[in-house]
């Protein structure tokens, strides 16, 4: 599971990056608000461990922006700060747990355990954009009332990319989503999956949706042209 640890003490923040690493988690920090931002708007992680008091952009903020773009990966909050209004400030953003410095590692893994075991946000069962239709429960997919028949993994590469419109996965993101693996992204099975899927997606209809942004990735939009 990855990670993201955003801390701007640079001992603490190597310290919590070794010790998650040994316990089995894929870590990646930053050490200010503003990149820590950018890379949990990137990527998808399982959890995110945050300082309040960062450079750049305070945790509080990072959070807001974090949970206005849709985003629900939990958040843990360090920080030194005890008061019980700083604590309510940043659950009522959106944050999930508090941990305040000093802490002991194993509380923190416990916390974090705890967290990443829980339900993720609920998300809508049918997702509807420019006449496609995702029905996520029923794992079934129609455009324009015509009913598309997709392999399993077809579906998955649409649901996947219907659940975020407008946005740019790379391949990297989307093999971790769709085939739970990781290997290097420069193999080709994205791109076969996804001319198979647009086979069937956009070939028929005048109006395509999943167009290719060179040298970053995929997406789905219905208002973009193939760049």
Aim: hydrophobic share 40%.
């Amino acid at each position: 599971m990855r990670v993201l640890v955003v801390e701007d003490e640079k001992k603490t923040r190597d310290f919590l990056r070794r010790g998650l690493a040994e316990s089995g988690y894929v870590v990646d920090t930053a050490d200010d608000g503003e990149t820590g931002l950018d890379l949990a708007l990137l990527n998808d992680y399982g959890c995110l461990v945050l300082d309040v008091m960062l450079p750049r952009r305070d945790g509080w903020s990072l959070v807001r922006e974090l949970r206005a773009s849709g985003r629900h990966a939990p958040v843990l909050f360090l920080t030194a700060r005890d008061a019980v209004d700083d604590r309510v400030r940043g659950l009522e953003l959106g944050a999930d747990d508090y941990l305040v410095k000093p802490f002991a590692f194993s509380e923190l893994l416990a916390r974090l355990r705890s967290l990443m075991r829980r339900p993720p946000a609920l998300l809508p069962d049918v997702t509807a954009v420019a006449g496609l239709t995702v029905d996520h429960t029923r794992r079934k997919a129609s455009r324009d009332g015509r009913t598309l028949h997709l392999t399993s993994k077809e579906f998955a590469l649409l649901a996947l990319l219907a659940r975020r419109p407008g946005d740019v996965l790379s391949r990297t993101q989307i093999v971790e989503q769709v085939w739970d693996m990781n290997f290097d992204s420069d193999a080709n099975v994205v791109d076969v999956a996804i001319r198979r899927l647009r086979r069937k997606v956009d070939d028929p209809f005048a109006r395509k949706l999943i167009h290719t942004v060179r040298g970053a990735g995929y997406v789905l939009d219905a208002d973009r042209e193939e760049g």
